[in-house]
Nanobody, 118 residues
Framework: EVQLVESGGGLVQPGGSLTLSCVAS????????MSWLRQAPGKGLEWVSG?????????YYSESVKGRFTISRDNAKQTLYLQMNNLKSEDTAVYFC??????????RGQGTQVTVAS
């Protein structure tokens, strides 16, 4: 059974930083493209960042987070990360990690809440 478990969310002041983690199990983590998605209160699901399995290390970011967020993975630990710096109030959302098969989302975690407020 594919499982994705996010952690690391919380309350942070504007300008602060957080690192989210997503531990994967039930599949060969290194073989899959992975992404972070988010859903802000009252809004739809938004793609935030992606990391390809092949070629290794290829990363993608939405314009809203480019230059502030960094996605990475540790295949040995089956873990996906999202380092978030210079957080803004508009980054407040539930953040999900997701497994992708090509362009299709094939699994998603339960999410972790990130709240940016003073």
């Amino acid at each position: 059974e594919v499982q994705l478990v996010e952690s690391g969310g919380g309350l942070v002041q504007p300008g602060g930083s957080l690192t989210l983690s997503c531990v994967a199990s039930g599949f060969t983590f290194s073989a899959y493209d992975m992404s972070w998605l988010r859903q802000a209160p009252g809004k739809g699901l938004e793609w935030v960042s992606g990391l390809k399995s092949h070629p290794p290390g290829r990363t993608y970011y939405s314009e809203s987070v480019k230059g502030r967020f960094t996605i990475s993975r540790d295949n040995a630990k089956q873990t996906l990360y999202l380092q978030m710096n210079n957080l803004k109030s508009e980054d407040t959302a539930v953040y999900f990690c997701a497994q992708f098969y090509g362009r299709l989302e094939s699994a998603r975690g339960q999410g972790t809440q990130v709240t940016v407020a003073s």
